[in-house]
């Protein structure tokens, strides 16, 4: 399917190369940074969860186990078991919310479809011939995918633009 954007002439074809070429690593940048920062969040999130939980426990048994010996401590025992306990259901809630894993996830195959793009223009570029019906068939494809991938937060375009 050929489009007005189709190129007619050979600086046509090269400035339209290289506009896609921009746009598709910029995307590709931007995809990875977020699954960067999304993936270490939710790492640090389980973390602080399993190590909550774990506080939690330990100080709800110990207020039992050691009941003699933490009887003048006790009300600051249990103060700190319901701070933890508080902390850990904040922390579950904002996982289970924010869903920082599966976000992590489409922006990773987001990243990888937009790395698979790269390897098409370079293609592009290093064939002799130059090819608009191939590079239109590219643009399509950048077009599909920028309609399924999530949207980046907007300091991590900036980055990516940065980078670029």
């Not at 774990?54 to 401590?73: D, H, M, N, Q, W």
């Not at 077009?143 to 633009?161: D, G, K, M, T, Y």
Request: net charge neutral.
């Amino acid at each position: 399917m050929m489009t007005d954007a189709t190129p007619t002439t050979t600086d046509a074809f090269e400035t339209l190369l290289t506009a896609t070429e921009t746009r598709v690593k910029h995307s590709q940048h931007a995809h990875w940074y977020a699954t960067n920062v999304f993936d270490r969040l939710a790492r640090w999130t389980t973390i602080a969860n399993i190590l909550g939980g774990a506080l939690v426990s330990v100080l709800s048994t110990a207020i039992f186990a050691f009941e003699e010996l933490l009887k003048a401590y006790n009300d600051s025992v249990v103060l700190l078991l319901f701070l933890a306990g508080a902390g850990v259901s904040i922390v579950s809630i904002l996982q289970s919310v924010m869903r920082w894993s599966e976000r992590s996830q489409s922006h990773f195959i987001a990243a990888n479809a937009y790395s698979s793009l790269r390897r098409e223009l370079e293609i592009l570029r290093l064939n002799a011939v130059r090819d608009p019906a191939a590079l239109q068939t590219v643009i399509q494809k950048l077009a599909n995918i920028s309609e399924v991938s999530p949207a980046v937060p907007q300091s991590l375009w900036q980055r990516a633009w940065r980078q670029g």
